[in-house]
């Protein structure tokens, strides 16, 4: 997705651009490189969460965090397979179903104007959030999500830009690479 259209959506640098940075002067300087990974590996791994524009509504943004584990992805999965019709067939991913499973669990934050926006007791509004199904006339996150992006592929993109920036190909197989 960031491929063919690299600033899509993102709101800042790729962090895939980190991985193959050289390293500054600073990192380099009077450190051994025992000492500089003992130092790296005493702090806790960061990972920054994500600011999606929302194509279709001007001044709207999203944060999601990047904090995803190979099991919630899994589980986020099998909760959107669907039957298909026929005897034997396997069930496929429905995968607008699975987009809204990882908008909805990794949001953090919804923005106007580059501000959070919050409730009257200051809880930041989410699509877990009912304040925001009352504003978009929706009963439940996955609706609200609709609703929200109105563009079905606004969502998949979004989708898409979060698995990216939490590590994984959004067409990553989660089958067992060592199974038969």
Known sequence: MSESHPEALRVGADPADELFAPPTSAETASVSPMEGLRNALSAPAVLEPVTLRVPARPGVKVRFHTRMTQEQRKAWQARSKKKRRGLGQEAEVDE??????????????????DIDAHDSEGTPLTFA????????????????IRAFYAVDAHILLASGEILLASGFDDDMSTEDPTAG
């Not at 987009?99 to 990794?106: E, G, H």
């Not at 959030?129 to 609200?144: C, F, I, N, T, Y």
């Open 96 to 113: 607008m179903m699975f987009a809204q499973l990882v908008v909805a669990n990794t949001c953090e934050a919804i923005l106007f104007n």
């Open 129 to 144: 959030h009912r304040q925001l199904w009352d504003m978009v006339g929706a009963d439940d996150p996955q609706s609200a």
